[in-house]
């Protein structure tokens, strides 16, 4: 079982990278559906990232009839980020996920459609 002090030391790290992850998911988003409407806007930076990752796993499965479930994906598209212990102070890099948007994949790993 984790630790309280566990938990809130991972929504502060979760909480500081939001922004970052919350409109890199966004522009994704929109790449897989352009149709997409507006994500909205939560409570907290926090919600509003996890909302956008939403849109993101389901723009992908609307596009791809055999797609990842969303939180493969949402793993995957973050590099682990969301969920990952990154010390206060690194700065936050998605090398390659919105750019990897352009060239739309049914799994990201394989390559397949």
Do not use: K
Not at 55 to 67: D, E, G, I, K, T
Not at 98 to 113: H, I, K, M, S, Y
């Amino acid at each position: 079982m984790r630790r309280a002090a566990d938990v809130r030391r991972w929504l502060r790290a979760a909480t500081r990278r939001a922004e970052p992850l919350r409109a890199a998911a966004a522009v994704c988003a929109y790449a897989r559906d352009p149709m997409l409407g507006a994500i909205p806007r939560r409570h907290t930076p926090l919600a509003d990232t996890i909302e956008a990752m939403g849109q993101l796993a389901a723009a992908h499965a609307r596009r791809f009839v055999a797609s990842l479930p969303a939180w493969q994906l949402i793993y995957w598209f973050t590099a682990g980020l969301l969920l990952a212990a990154v010390p206060a102070g690194v700065q936050l890099s998605l090398p390659g996920r919105t750019a990897a948007c352009d060239n739309v994949r049914a799994d990201p790993d394989t390559g397949g459609e």
